[in-house]
Each structure stands twice: as C-alpha cells, then as structure tokens.
C-alpha cells in the first residue's frame, strides 16, 4: 500500500529528457518517435 506525500510523484523523467537518455543509450528511432510526438 503507498504510504508516500498525498500527490502522486513519477520516476518517469519529462518526454524530452527521457527522450535524450534513449538516443544515448542507442535507441535512436525510439527517441526520435517520441520528440515527434511532443
């Protein structure tokens, strides 16, 4: 059961920085679709 703050709070990083993180570690086409999207 989740016990944390009342908001909810995502490790997810914002769509860019994720998106950046992906292309370095090589998964450029991911990348790329996902800064098409935003």
């Not at 059961?1 to 292309?23: R, V």
């Not at 570690?25 to 990348?31: C, S």
């Amino acid at each position: 059961m989740y016990t944390g703050p009342g908001e909810y709070m995502s490790n997810i990083p914002p769509w860019h920085i994720f998106a950046k993180y992906l292309a370095q570690i090589g998964m450029k086409n991911e990348a790329q679709f996902i800064l098409s999207q935003l």
